[in-house]
């Protein structure tokens, strides 16, 4: 069954990075979109950033410059290195796939989501 697991997520301060991983299980990354979608606290759940699986990706404007999504297939790995990381980044960052999404932001295009990683951000 697909499966998606995430980790990477900690705290730290302003200005800092962290790189995010999740590897998959039970799809053919050849074929599945995958993505790195977000949840503040009392907040929806946003997309991040994401990337097919012919490697064109899409960044939120709100990360563009800043994070940047990679795919490691041989690995069955996606990354997301955030850089220069604030605050507003905060929340549960939650890994994505589907069969053929293209670079949807949109979470109710995507079937397959891991458990979540956290990551806080202090000024």
């Known amino acids: 069954q697909t499966r998606l697991v995430e980790s990477g997520g900690d705290s730290v301060q302003a200005g800092e990075s962290l790189k995010l991983s999740c590897t998959g299980f039970g799809f053919d990354f050849h074929l599945y979109a995958m993505g790195w979608f977000r949840q503040a606290p009392g907040k929806e759940r946003g997309g991040v950033a994401t990337?097919?699986?012919?490697?064109?990706?899409r960044t939120s404007n709100s990360v563009k410059g800043r994070f940047t999504i990679s795919l490691d297939k041989d690995k069955r790995t996606l990354y997301l290195q955030m850089n220069s990381l604030k605050p507003e980044d905060t929340g549960i960052y939650y890994c994505t796939a589907d069969y053929g999404r293209g670079t949807s932001l949109l979470a109710d295009e995507y079937k397959y989501w891991g458990q979540g990683t956290p990551v806080t951000v202090t000024s």
């Open positions: 990337i097919d699986n012919y490697g064109n990706f």
